[in-house]
């Protein structure tokens, strides 16, 4: 008969595998940007990208320090890039603003 050491400890690494891999699926499948939200960078919009033979993730954000850019991320399983344009039609709120 399985002692009950041996019980516990197969359904402490069940748990375990089951917070690691529920981590994993939402981080894979759920992201919501959140390691790319920091205090100069706030993401408006995530998109995946279905692309042969990749996993792509586009984030649209806007600097907070200059609020008439737009800039992309895109990332992938081995490279990624930003590039940053202004935003057509853009009006500040604030006239002193170059």
């Known amino acids: 008969m399985i002692s009950l050491k041996i019980k516990a400890i197969v359904v402490l690494g069940l748990i375990v595998v089951l917070f690691f891999g529920g ?3 939402k981080k894979q499948w759920f992201d919501d940007g959140s390691v790319f939200t920091t205090a100069t960078m706030s993401c408006d919009s995530i998109t995946r990208i279905a692309a042969a033979g990749g996993d792509l993730r586009m984030y649209e954000c806007t600097p907070r320090s200059a609020p008439n850019m737009l800039c992309v991320f895109i990332a992938g399983s081995e490279k990624a890039g ?9 009006v500040a709120a604030d006239k002193t603003l170059p």
């Open 82 to 90: 930003l590039d940053c344009f202004r935003k057509d039609g853009y």
């Open 23 to 25: 981590w994993y699926v």
